[in-house]
């Protein structure tokens, strides 16, 4: 039912009730078994051991539990645990997180009125918001919350605030007319109220005509519970990874094993030897690593006024390539704020934005002094015709009130008046905001007790009622001539995306009628105000910084196309040939339609939750990753099924921010840029360690396989095998994970999220780096046991040396896409101290004489670190002076 275009009498007729009775028990309890209770209804809960269970499903997971069992039994108990706790650690954060990803339909529920005053049987009553039905006539007030989706029938100044719901922080203020076009969205129903949303002022009545999942708000619910969350490239890439490096470590393990016994090795003796290349070859310190790399990743961003509430989703910014982005408060500062005043038949302009009270009125690029005509007036009109005050919060300026009220106030504070200015003046008589009349007025009298009517509100209701203007010369007739150039002064504030509001007074002498009807007639004019939510200053540079790293930025907002065009304009964000689509012009389009036109459409104007699904989805599915902001109820759906959704912090209501998997502490798009930036760097050191370590596990496994297929004894010994693991793997690795951004990282444009882990030549490094840390350990441990066959245990302890060494200095040349020569190599300090701790535990196990029986090694001369450390050295060296 289009409820908006019934009148009262045609919609008590429909629902069968009268609103000076309200319903009967009878009714009511048919009506619940009807439509049911009014609450919003939720998915079934998952069991908290199931959700812990599933954590563990994963195939890398599965085989890191085998690997456990398999270090267990051959007695490294020490592997075994650090396996285990890596497992459980893993299983713990998985479980959290999934946990709290599912509150967002809990959190909708909190948005509901808990208790409602309901007209039953001729009667006013309060009861529990679930229990109202379809046909109660409920009433609200200033600071409720609406229980229900309501016609309204009956308003005493009556606004509320639908910002969770349409995006818009404007209260928007309710009639009870009829509305008779067809297609409204929710945002331009302005007889309805809406459930969940708030009174800001005045009151109201209305009938209930939707309950539960049946109001905009249970429509937002049911979006966001049937939409399916999107696996991040990260998620996807490491399973991709994990299941290539069990398969080739598990192939390569039993072509050593087999090669061995062919070659007459005793088949225990290789059992073992397979059994601890395995472990050492199938890096089960990754997914620690990954999930280290991208805490430390977290707390950088925490410092950057970001918080990551999943760990993924820094690094799946990094291959954003649109960012959908809310317009106010994010875009803009979210305070409506004075940029021009026409007066004189001229326009000043007003320096300062938001609700700071520093700022200048200029004209011609001069200040305006305190005697400029009219001026005066017309700021202490503006400040007395308002119910705004301004209070200091955390060291900066808030409104209390309306923001365009608060937007007049702060304009008269920045041309000098104070609160106490107010004092000599009492209001006598309010006619408040309505929007049939778009006007307000007061009348107002000082301590001599004259009088003066203020009026103001919309141009064209001030206009007609206006038979006068203040010019510089006094009061004067309104002439046609200058109802024209006010005009025109209107039309140019509005193609600047300016409010308008006029203002005008009359005065009152003691025998005039304080009647309504009589008041606001024979104004003199004074002057418009043009108001805007000014952008935020740094926006601009960020989405040119986003424009230059091949990211394209989206405005989507509930505002007005030519408001949201204009602000566009300024940040950059519309190109000459950018479309601008209405929501109505969306609504008609088919989804194949709307995919064809997304690239060329860079601004969405009067937008509803279903449009931003619909939006989100085009550009995902012309292969885009999605970066979706907001601050609303009415944003949470389209930010669960973007690639990436990020809340506002500051505006930004619980259920969006549960949805969410970035909050934004400052509401600020140009937070949005380091986030960027920071993605980018963790996945590209995500990329760096797994280049470190599959190098260093490659090289593990093919000195094995090749003394295999020459005949020679095992140059290393299982324990040896298992401390290169531990050694290398652990620090080095994670060093890389906290590795600086390369100076170029946000000039290039997003990765391609299809491209594999081993792109951009990171297999061919791996393969080309392993092959030649295998071939010099097996160089000088064939030198070693050459010089000495019947010492292998000096042999097993120089190749033990070149193995680990060579892993250490390739360490190095990990840290650029380019060359080790590209980049200071002592920049990373942590890389230095885990390089140099990992050399320490090495030389413990040739130099410790309790140990070396354990570890199967002797003490070694200096000769023998020339010939290690050249040998360790040689595949780093070799590539250095090529970019592959």
Not at 43 to 58: A, E, S, T, V, Y
Not at 537 to 543: D, H, L, M, P, S
Not at 616 to 630: D, L, P, R, S, W
């Amino acid at each position: 039912m289009k409820w908006y275009q019934l009148t009262t009498e045609k919609l008590e007729e429909t629902l069968q009730v009268k609103s000076n009775v309200g319903l009967g028990e009878k009714q009511v309890a048919k009506r619940r078994q009807q439509y049911g209770e009014n609450v919003l209804a939720a998915k079934k809960k998952i069991p908290g051991w199931i959700l812990f269970l599933k954590q563990f499903q994963d195939f890398m997971v599965l085989v890191l539990l085998a690997a456990t069992l398999i270090a267990g039994l051959l007695g490294e108990y020490i592997d075994a645990i650090a396996i285990m706790v890596i497992v459980l650690i893993n299983g713990i954060i998985g479980y959290f997180q999934e946990q709290k990803a599912e509150n967002s339909l809990e959190k909708l529920k909190e948005l509901s009125a808990p208790i409602a005053s309901v007209r039953r049987d001729g009667q006013w009553v309060k009861i529990p918001s679930k229990d109202i039905v379809v046909g109660d006539i409920v009433r609200f007030t200033s600071g409720d919350r609406v229980p229900a989706d309501v016609r309204v029938i009956k308003t005493t100044s009556l606004e509320t605030e639908e910002s969770a719901l349409t995006g818009e922080s404007l209260p928007v203020a309710k009639h009870t007319k009829e509305i008779r076009m067809d297609g409204l969205e929710a945002q331009d129903q302005v007889n309805m109220a809406f459930m969940g949303t708030l009174v800001t002022r005045g009151s109201g009545e209305g009938i209930v005509v939707g309950t539960g999942m049946k109001t905009v708000m249970g429509q937002i619910a049911t979006l966001l519970d049937n939409t399916k969350k999107t696996i991040t490239p990260l998620e996807m890439k490491l399973a991709e990874l994990g299941k290539i490096l069990i398969v080739v470590a598990l192939f390569l393990t039993i072509l050593v094993v087999g090669a061995g016994i062919f070659q007459g090795h005793p088949m225990y003796e290789m059992f073992l030897a397979g059994v601890s290349l395995a472990v050492a070859a199938i890096p089960e310190g990754l997914p620690a690593i990954v999930t280290v790399a991208l805490s430390l990743g977290v707390q950088r961003m925490i410092k950057k006024k970001a918080i990551v509430r999943k760990l993924s989703a820094v690094e799946t910014l990094g291959c954003a390539s649109v960012i959908c982005s809310d317009k106010t408060g994010t875009m803009t500062e979210n305070q409506m704020t004075v940029k021009e005043v026409y007066i004189n038949g001229k326009t000043l302009y007003v320096t300062g934005d938001g609700y700071q009270t520093q700022g200048d009125f200029l004209s011609n690029q001069k200040k305006v002094e305190d005697s400029h005509s009219n001026l005066k007036s017309m700021l202490l009109y503006g400040m007395l015709c308002n119910h705004a005050s301004i209070s200091t919060k955390k060291g900066k300026n808030v409104v209390d009130g309306d923001p365009t009220d608060g937007a007049l106030l702060v304009a008269a504070y920045k041309f000098g008046f104070h609160e106490n200015d107010k004092q000599p003046f009492r209001i006598i008589k309010e006619i408040p905001f309505d929007s049939d009349r778009k006007r307000m007025s007061v009348v107002i009298e000082d301590d001599n007790g004259m009088r003066l009517l203020i009026t103001k509100g919309a141009p064209d209701m001030l206009l007609p009622r206006s038979s006068h203007i203040q010019t510089k010369d006094g009061k004067t007739i309104l002439t046609k001539e200058q109802s024209k150039q006010t005009e025109q002064a209107m039309v140019g504030m509005a193609e600047k995306a300016l409010r308008t509001i006029a203002i005008g007074f009359r005065v009152l002498s003691p025998s005039d009628s304080l009647d309504t009807a009589l008041l606001e007639e024979d104004l003199t004019l004074i002057g418009l105000y043009g108001l805007m939510d000014p952008p935020r200053k740094e926006v601009k540079a960020a989405v040119r910084e986003c424009k230059e790293a091949g990211i394209k930025t989206v405005m989507i907002t509930g505002d007005h196309a030519h408001t949201a065009r204009a602000i566009a304009n300024h940040l950059e964000i519309l190109p000459e040939s950018g479309k601008v689509l209405e929501g109505k012009e969306l609504t008609q389009m088919s989804d194949a339609e709307l995919v064809d036109t997304i690239e060329d459409t860079y601004v969405f104007a009067r937008v509803t939750p279903e449009h931003k699904l619909r939006i989100v989805n085009a550009f995902q599915e012309k292969g885009h990753i999605v970066a979706m902001t907001g601050d609303g109820v009415n944003d949470a759906p389209a930010m669960k099924a973007s690639d990436i959704g990020i809340a506002m912090g500051i505006s930004g209501t619980d259920v969006t921010k549960e949805a969410s998997s970035l909050v934004l502490m400052d509401d600020n798009f140009a937070t949005i840029k380091s986030a960027i930036q920071e993605g980018r760097n963790i996945y590209e050191n995500i990329r760096k360690f797994i280049r470190y370590l599959l190098a260093s596990n490659v090289g593990e496994i093919l000195v094995m396989l090749f003394a295999m297929l020459l005949g020679l004894p095992l140059p290393l010994v299982p324990v040896q095998i298992l401390w290169v693991n531990l050694v290398t793997d652990g620090l080095p690795a994670m060093a890389l994970g906290v590795d600086q951004a390369e100076g170029d990282v946000m000039k290039r444009g997003p990765r391609n999220p299809r491209e594999g882990i081993f792109s951009r030549g990171l297999g061919y490094k791996i393969i080309s780096r392993g092959i030649l840390i295998g071939v010099v350990t097996l160089i000088a441990f064939i030198v070693a046991y050459q010089n000495d066959p019947s010492n292998l245990v000096y042999a097993q302890t120089i190749a033990f040396s070149t193995l680990v060494v060579a892993q250490l200095i390739h360490v190095f040349d990990c840290r650029s896409e380019k060359s080790i020569f590209a980049r200071n190599l002592f920049e990373n300090r942590y890389l230095i101290l885990a390089v140099l701790s990992s050399m320490l535990l090495l030389l413990v196990v040739i130099y410790f004489p309790p140990i070396q029986p354990i570890f199967h090694t002797v003490s070694l001369s200096v000769v023998d670190w020339c010939l290690i450390v050249g040998l360790g050295a040689l595949p780093t060296v070799l590539f250095g002076f090529t970019k592959r």
